[in-house]
């Protein structure tokens, strides 16, 4: 087995609780990380941060990692959405369009890496804030996953779901072989299991971790997870 450092966070355009505006300070928290890849949500300008700063290119130079982006906004003066941020060499890539209605554009990274030899799949998705949205939302990610089964298969991301008992953790569970799902929301004082880590396909999760610091409380809303993957 291979092991796979990764994590997810959702970073909150850079703008963290102090109301300071310090991709900086987002960059740095990365670092420390050290993962092989992480997903973020929340990436680039959208009523917060700087308006027409680069944030995907601002951590791709900070980070020494790779910066795929995945906006789900696009606007004269920046985009926004969803970033994977990866060492590992990326075999493809694309996005998917999970906006449903006329509800916030919502979508999610769909990728192939290489990890020693063997390719894992990896989706980073960002999930609506109603239910019935993040029903079909989920419903889309299971079905993409079922169509390559044979692909070890990670997929994680701010999944804006809270209750235990939800139908849609259910189907995901259903579908996915474990889960790292930390307390990680809000920052100050974290209660909320909103930013999850789930593997299928042989992958298994060992050990997991939400990380909390002074650097991280201030950073963001969201505390990053991370987790360590045994890849077959």
């Known amino acids: 087995m291979a092991a796979l450092a990764v994590a997810t966070w959702n970073i909150h355009s850079c703008v963290g609780l102090d109301a300071r505006f310090a991709p900086d300070r987002v960059a740095q928290v990365i670092r420390d990380l050290d993962v092989d890849l992480i997903g973020l949500q929340e990436v680039g300008w959208h009523h917060r941060g700087e308006s027409g700063m680069d944030q995907f290119a601002f951590l791709e130079r900070h980070t020494g990692l790779k910066a795929y982006a995945g906006p789900t906004k696009h606007s004269e003066r920046a985009h926004y959405g969803n970033a994977l941020l990866t060492r590992l060499p990326v075999h493809a890539m694309e996005t998917i ?43 889309d990610i299971v079905s993409r996953v079922a169509e390559r089964p044979e692909l070890p298969t990670l997929f994680m991301g701010d999944l804006n779901e809270w209750t235990p008992s939800s139908p849609r953790l259910r189907r995901l569970a259903e579908s996915f072989a474990d889960v790292a799902n930390p307390r990680s929301f809000h920052a100050r004082m974290p209660t909320l299991r909103l930013d999850r880590i789930y593997v299928t396909g042989g992958l298994q999760i060992p050990a997991y971790e939400v990380i909390r610091s002074v650097l991280t409380r201030r950073a963001s809303d969201h505390l990053p997870v991370r987790a360590t993957l045994a890849v077959p």
């Open 97 to 139: 369009d999970l906006s449903v209605g006329k509800r916030e554009p919502r979508g999610a990274i769909d990728a192939v890496v290489g990890v020693q030899g063997r390719e894992v799949r990896v989706i980073i998705a960002h999930l609506g804030l109603d239910p019935w949205e993040r029903a079909k939302q989920v419903g």
